[in-house]
């Protein structure tokens, strides 16, 4: 069973920044895509951000464009993802994904790490 283990959450101000961590263990496949998700309190699942491990091809939601990078480090098998100018409504709990076997779906979470941005 894969594992993914989230860290780098915590809370910062308004215009900090935060670099979000998923260590991947179990691996014995090559994931197609790994993706952030985050969920608020009372707010529905969404998606953050998403790496296609193909061709390095990324995807952002709108809400973080141009704040958030997500990146891989392919040896050690761990996802990240740079948060800048940090936001209050980006508070959320944050998720670490992985798709399935020659699958572009999710099938793969971590159990999630804590943002918190105060104004």
């Known amino acids: 069973q894969v594992q993914l283990v989230e860290s780098g959450g915590g809370s910062v101000q308004a215009g900090g920044s935060l670099r979000l961590s998923c260590a991947a263990s179990?691996?014995?496949?090559?994931?197609?895509?790994m993706g952030w998700f985050r969920q608020a309190p009372g707010k529905e699942r969404e998606g953050v951000a998403s790496?296609?491990?193909?061709?390095?091809?990324?995807s952002y939601a709108d809400s973080v464009k141009g704040r958030y990078t997500i990146s891989q480090d392919n040896v050690k098998n761990t996802l990240f993802l740079q948060m800048n100018s940090l936001k209050p409504e980006d508070s959320a709990m944050y998720y670490c994904?992985?798709?399935?076997?020659?699958?572009?779906?999710?099938?793969?979470w971590g159990q999630g790490t804590q943002v918190t941005v105060s104004s």
């Open positions: 994904a992985a798709c399935g076997p020659k699958s572009y779906e999710y099938l793969y």
């Open positions: 179990r691996l014995t496949y090559r994931p197609y895509c």
């Open positions: 790496l296609y491990t193909g061709g390095g091809l990324t």
